[in-house]
């Protein structure tokens, strides 16, 4: 639930993009405000690195149970806040900030979120079965994505672009807060993993072991290696999960309704992939699946994106053969993660490098992405995006294979 709380927020702000610019920057320029959304969208990412090392420290020191609740209370007070924030119409540009401020909390969270439940479900996880139940991270994500675009699809065909954008646009941030209250009260029966309470009750483990930045340092290669995964990963996988109808709307000039259902098609194509991936590497290893989901993307992006003209269908097919790649890199991605550090570190070793990619790279391809294609620079985004993912194939080659490795 918590995981999917995370996905919720952040694709209906993606979603609902164009309402949120014309509600609290200066409609004058609508361009130029969508433009400033997605730099607030961006800037939220750059709190994840923050929240991933507090949070990461906090999981690794006081538990992942403890760590789960705070993320999870946090990121509903962000949502809700986007939900009752005034217009840029009634307040001015303290809308504008106010929306910051919900966004910079909502990225605090989630660089805590990641860290708390990778190593939560790899750690609670049968190591024959770890790939599968890894996939669950992303089964929960995107479906919470699908639930987010089905209620942006049913909104924007239901209600009249007036009602959309004078109250319309809130009812999905509401909805996401009033998820986290209900997640944090299931959150409060979890117990703590066997591996966390192994490694407390270890006497050997003082105070040095589980020092943050000493831990990081020791296992520096494996940091590197989640941020070269990461980067990658996190630039595909918005482009066409988070920002492709987004894209399809404001630079194809699609019919929102339209993209939106065709949306959840694609999704749907991604979630019941997820699990069949995840399964696959328990098979046949962490490493061939990273490596046919980092080639397969760098080839795959210039021709799908070359698909998408005019047709609905068109991005329909582009985002599903997009998610059945997605799929094989990102279901098996919190196992493998976790499976490359210690459990006094392995928050903290996914939460931060994980969270610096997100914000360098995932944050800003949506900004990235329209600003190119509206000046007619599109190429440099795809060769961006292609460069990552052969960087991510190359980390792939060189770090080890951890399929069935127990994590103490």
């Not at 980390?395 to 399929?403: A, D, G, I, N, Q």
């Amino acid at each position: 639930m918590g995981n999917a709380l995370e996905w919720y927020d952040w694709n209906v702000y993606a979603v609902f993009a164009p309402f949120l610019a014309a509600e609290f920057f200066k409609p004058t320029d609508s361009f130029s405000a969508l433009l400033s959304t997605l730099v607030v969208f961006a800037v939220g990412f750059g709190m994840r690195p923050i929240g991933g090392i507090l949070f990461g420290w906090f999981a690794d020191r006081h538990g992942r149970r403890a760590s789960l609740l705070l993320s999870v209370a946090l990121a509903s007070a962000g949502s809700l806040l986007i939900g009752v924030a005034p217009s840029y119409s009634s307040v001015g540009v303290s809308a504008s900030v106010l929306l910051l401020l919900a966004r910079l909390l909502q990225g605090f969270a989630y660089g805590g979120e990641i860290a708390a439940s990778h190593t939560y479900i790899s750690e609670m996880a049968p190591p024959r079965r770890r790939g599968l139940w890894s996939s669950t991270i992303y089964v929960s994500g995107v479906s919470a994505v699908i639930i987010a675009t089905l209620l942006g699809a049913t909104l924007t065909t239901v209600l009249t672009d007036q009602q959309m954008g004078s109250w319309g646009w809130r009812v999905p941030f509401l909805v996401g807060g009033v998820l986290g209250i209900v997640t944090l009260f299931l959150r409060r029966t979890m117990s703590e993993t066997p591996s966390y309470e192994h490694a407390q009750a270890a006497e050997e483990q003082d105070r040095s072991s589980t020092s943050l930045l000493r831990g990081l340092w020791k296992n520096r290669a494996a940091a590197l290696c989640v941020i070269g995964l990461a980067s990658g990963g996190t630039v595909f996988f918005y482009t066409w999960v988070t920002a492709a109808p987004a894209y399809a709307i404001g630079v194809k000039h699609l019919p929102s309704s339209a993209v939106l259902w065709s949306a959840v098609i694609a999704l749907t194509v991604l979630v019941a992939t997820l699990p069949l991936a995840g399964a696959l590497s328990d098979r046949i290893g962490r490493r061939p699946s990273l490596l046919m989901f980092t080639l397969g993307g760098a080839a795959v992006t210039y021709p799908l994106n070359r698909l998408i003209h005019d047709k609905v269908w068109q991005l329909t097919l582009s985002m599903s053969i997009a998610g059945i790649l997605i799929a094989l890199g990102t279901s098996i991605l919190p196992a493998y993660l976790a499976e490359l550090f210690p459990t006094h570190v392995r928050a903290s070793g996914i939460g931060v490098p994980y969270s610096i990619a997100v914000a360098l790279c995932g944050g800003t391809a949506p900004y990235l992405q329209t600003w190119l294609a509206s000046s007619g620079r599109e190429h440099l985004f795809l060769g961006y995006t292609i460069a990552l993912m052969l960087l991510a194939a190359v980390v792939t080659l060189v770090s080890p294979e951890t399929k069935g490795k127990t994590l103490e």
